[in-house]
């Protein structure tokens, strides 16, 4: 009886077995059959750009990597622009001549690399946009900053600003080494006045890749500050098995595999497709990242990093907000560093319908053991008014103490977004309302409503917010760091010029 009960339990679990494996291959079938029934790859999704930028191509100074970007965009010319099929030349292709999506319209191509230049700079900011970018995203930051002085170097990362399959084989490797070009080019403008770094999302990673890498390599042009927009500090989990769905779509010869997703190309400054190595290569700088810095922890490197100040949406569905503190602030010494956290909008029933409501992970962190860094927090003055107040923590304080800012929430608008942050409400591109004296698209009020399937721009591309009703704030915090950075870099030169006198 034994024997024959065992023998049915072994042919059950074999069963079994078999059924999870077959049920798995199903699934795996399925997934492929729904991942290539999905629009047909374009010429910008398959071209090759041999002109592009690699951190193992000879390129040794920042002049050689601008003739080289002269000579990619030569190539999207003649690989991607001038080879588009008949029903590819519309009015939303940013790819067509002369479409509403041209960036050739607009009186700068803020697709490329720039440099605004002072007579005599206060300091030097680089500029490092997000992963699918381009430099456009952070040009008024860079334009304000400008103003107050700096000369200002917006670079265009390898892989951003010419055609979606730029994406397709990029390493961090290429945008890092691209960053240090960048710095010591930077620091040759100023004359050695401070430099400052800000980045936007994986620009964001960059900016601290680099700044621990100074800790390493002295010879290196050190910041005097970072800040720091929607910084991909930590991402999704998931992010580590993406890979291999492009690997799966190379053994299976199938090249949709390598794209999360294939979109129209309308954004004139900004791809709309996204391929799985662009977020596996976010998911292994961000590794990277976190071991560089538990290098350092031990051996108190991490107490010559500058300050940083630091932008972020209490929800975002791209980088981890948890990540921004617990990976990198919280590992920081005291040394000037303050994070800045926009909550959602507690007005009515808000709280209601949230998924994912970050309210207690906020009260900790303002209610807690003190911090190392200096916290603030915006958010609603009550559950019944749209007014917006600042929660404050300073470092190593006790309590966090409320302050107005004579700021509400907008009509409609109930949280920020990943995207949202760097972009005014006057944006050109991304703002409110379009802007009568540039021609082309205007994508900040994409509010259409009819039937499901319909459409080939995505609800969650409509639904998601683009720009910040708080960018005043954003602004006057970012100048005020910069200018205590300035003043305190002054300070201590004069303080030295004195003793040695």
Partial sequence: MIRFTYAVAKHLVVALLYGVAGGGVLAVALFVWYL??????????????????EADDGT??????????????????????????????????RFHDGSLADPGLWPTDWNRSFTLAVPAPRAGVLLLHGMSDSPYSLRALGQRLHGEGATVLGLRLPGHGTAPAG?????????AAAVRLAMRHLDGLVDGAPLFIVGYSNGAALAIHYAVTTLEEPALPAPAGLVLVSPAIGVAPVAALAVWQARLGRLLG???????SIEPEYDPFKYNSFAVNAGDQVFRLTREIGRQLAAHTGNGGLQRLPPILAFQSAVDSTVSVPA??????????????ELVLFDVNRLSLIDEVLLNDPKPYLSHRLDGPPLPFALRVLGNASDTSATVIEVHRAAGAK?????????????????????????AVDDPLYGRDADPRLPGIHLGRMELRGERGILQVSP???????WNPFHD?????????????????????????????
Avoid: C
Avoid at 489 to 494: E, L, T, V
């Fill in 36 to 53: 290539n029934s999905r629009p047909d790859l374009e010429v910008w999704h398959l071209a090759t750009l041999p002109a592009e930028f």
């Fill in 60 to 93: 040794d100074d920042f002049a050689a990597y601008l003739a080289l970007e002269e000579r990619l965009f030569a190539q999207v010319g003649e690989r991607v622009r001038a080879r588009l099929d008949a029903e590819d030349r519309q009015l939303l292709n």
């Fill in 167 to 175: 994406l397709v084989d990029l390493r961090w490797q290429d945008m």
């Fill in 254 to 260: 199938l090249d949709k595999l390598a794209w999360a």
């Fill in 324 to 337: 921004v503190i617990d990976n990198l602030f919280l590992r920081l010494p005291p040394g000037g560093h």
């Fill in 399 to 423: 309590a966090a103490i409320p302050r107005a800012t004579g700021l509400a929430w907008p009509r409609q608008v109930f949280s920020l977004s990943h995207v949202a942050l760097p972009f």
């Fill in 460 to 466: 969650s591309e409509m639904l998601r917010q683009r």
């Fill in 473 to 501: 704030y954003l602004e006057a915090r970012l100048l005020s760091f910069f200018d205590s950075v300035v003043s305190g870099r002054r300070g201590a030169a004069h303080s030295g010029q004195a003793s040695r006198q």
